[in-house]
């Protein structure tokens, strides 16, 4: 089979402004970068037509470090469902360079179900990320420049909490010392980088509604904190409108194609480990108000983002799934049985029928939310007919659907199968009202720990001193009512990445917590969790090159 970037050239691309017209966008609207990326204005958004639209969320089981396929799933559902007669729309994040460059490579799908122009998509794309970056890192600016201007007088402020961002996995920024060289330099002080995706502004930019909920969010991030010990945010420093102004492009919803000229809205992208890793309110409405049926996905397992996609996207926006596809591999049912990372390729039954704990607890947590669920099989060459038949009768038991996602080899015609259970069960089974996890009325330690015991399995959660100081000051300054974005590994329920399968009777401790003000969210950071990645041994980077002017590697 071709690799992923030689099956992408292969596909003859249609005209952006075609793509727009098979779902009746308006062209002469359009802002096109290119002949096969564009812009939709916000402003095309239709209430009444979201109202009717069925959006789908995909998730999935625990990955492994490779992953468990779930934008390819996403992307080969909405294939089927055009292939079925359906008119369908996949939404979907924007990859980050750092991954990128790093361990895992690209994010626009895999096979012959991947959004086009990858190239573009997986790299700079419509600059999206820069303009978050430059957004971020201009706050920053002004705020150091804010300080020296004050220094010596008791304007000057006692602690900055903003830091700065880049796009790179960098392990060197996570703490700096900035403006040394004396005093024409600036002032001296400890800081350090997170990663664009982990920015306080990429959080906004997927949360906000218009231009004028974003200027509001950015007026109110938590910079630092004055000499009397109250809060110093944007609207302090002046500059919201100059910050949006760097957004004001990046703030409109991308319009892309897949592999079958289907179209795709690509827009934001924080991660779903230390931020609530779901795609843009904007784009998932722009979707649904030109698609029958949305197809979106949420970052990593299920307990990581299906439950920040229903207690913060989904309670701050409104929208509501009426069906929650989750994703499994034989490879990572095996890696939750205890098979050895490397030998989960093989055939093994019986480490497949004990990683079905696995699976089966995502299950039970999508449907405390009051949600539909059918598990997608995502299918690899190495599978065995006995290890798809354990999954296939394990979800029959437990009354779930059950189908066989094929679209990396087979593109649409491989993903029609799961298309189909997915819309027969939403016609029979009517969508109810989702369940959320907590209240906004419910204390923050109390929605921390309904998130952790209920969705995770913790026997209990524990709190360091730091973190239940700033519950309090949360407390004292009415945001106690903002919903918690948990910042744990990905790879287990808890806060121990090599804790596969279920973890159990296990303490959850929270070491800090973060103030979003802007995004309206409460981070609570569990165990080490970084908001700046490493790089491994041998990046991804080492297999990109520009060969005859053609990109290689990317993957």
């Known amino acids: 089979m071709q690799t992923d970037i030689e099956i992408a050239r292969s596909v003859s691309l249609e005209p952006i402004f075609k793509i727009a017209e098979k779902i009746d966008i308006p062209t002469d609207e359009l802002i096109p970068y290119g002949k096969y990326m564009a812009k939709v204005p916000l402003e ?117 909490v903003w830091k700065r961002v880049l796009d790179v996995n960098d392990r060197n920024l996570r703490n700096v010392v900035t403006g040394l060289g004396g005093n024409g330099n600036g002032l001296t002080r400890e800081s350090g980088f997170d990663i664009t995706p982990a920015s306080e502004i990429m959080a906004i930019l997927c949360l906000t509604e218009d231009i004028q909920d974003l200027k509001r969010r950015i007026e109110n991030i938590l910079l630092g904190y004055k000499a009397d010990g109250s809060s110093f945010t944007v609207k302090d420093l002046g500059v919201a409108g100059a910050i949006a102004v760097l957004l004001k492009d990046a ?26 890793g779901c795609n843009s309110v904007i784009a998932t409405k722009m979707a649904m108000s030109y698609g029958d049926y949305v197809v979106t996905e949420a970052g990593f397992g299920a307990d990581l983002g299906a439950e920040k996609f229903f207690d913060i996207k989904c309670r701050k926006s409104g929208i509501s799934p009426k069906l929650t596809v989750v994703v499994a591999t034989s490879q990572g049912l095996k890696m939750h049985g205890g ?18 704990e696995n699976l089966e607890k995502h299950i039970e947590n999508i449907k405390s939310y009051g949600q539909n669920v059918v598990v997608a099989f995502n299918k690899y060459n190495t599978d065995t007919e ?50 959320l996890a907590y209240s906004d009325e419910e204390s923050i330690q109390d ?83 970084m908001r700046m990645p490493g790089l491994p041994k041998i990046p991804q980077a080492t297999k990109i090159d520009l060969i005859n002017g053609q990109i290689e590697g990317l993957s």
Not at 128 to 150: E, K, R
Not at 251 to 276: K, R, S, Y
């Open 447 to 529: 929605k921390i720990k309904k998130v952790a015991m209920g969705i995770y399995g913790a026997a209990s959660v524990s709190f360091s001193n730091e973190a239940l100081k700033k519950i309090k000051e949360l407390d004292n300054i009415g945001m106690s009512c903002f919903p918690v974005c948990i910042a744990k590994t990905q790879y287990s329920f808890s806060s121990d990445p090599k804790a596969f399968g279920v973890s159990k009777n296990f303490d959850f401790k929270i070491n800090d917590i973060l103030i979003n003000r802007g995004a309206e969210f409460i981070v609570a950071v569990a165990s080490d969790s």
């Open 44 to 160: 095309l958004k239709s209430e009444e037509r979201i109202k009717r639209s069925k959006l789908i969320l995909v998730t999935s089981i625990t990955p492994t470090k490779a992953g468990i396929g779930k934008t390819t799933v996403s992307i080969g559902l909405s294939l089927g469902l055009a292939k079925i007669g359906k008119k369908a729309i996949v939404a979907l994040r924007e990859p980050s360079l750092g991954p990128c460059f790093g361990m895992k490579g690209g994010a626009a799908g895999g096979g012959y179900a991947q959004v086009l122009p990858m190239e573009n998509i997986n790299l700079h794309f419509t600059g999206d990320f820069h303009a978050v970056t430059s957004a971020h890192n201009m706050i920053a600016a002004l705020l150091d420049n804010y300080n020296y201007q004050n220094r010596g007088t008791d304007k000057m402020l006692k602690e900055v």
């Open 251 to 276: 703030i409109n919803p991308n319009l892309v194609q897949t592999t079958e000229n289907t179209p795709a809205f690509i827009h934001g992208g924080p991660f779903a480990n230390i931020a609530h």
């Open 339 to 356: 098979v050895s990372v490397d030998r989960i390729k093989e055939e093994n039954v019986t480490g497949v029928i004990r990683g079905l």
């Open 386 to 435: 006995s290890e798809i038949a354990t999954v296939k009768e394990f979800c029959q038991r437990t009354g779930v659907g059950f189908a066989i996602n094929n679209a990396f080899t087979e593109g649409g015609e491989g993903a029609k199968e799961l298309a189909e259970l997915v819309v027969k069960t939403i016609e029979e089974n009517p969508s109810r009202e989702l369940k």
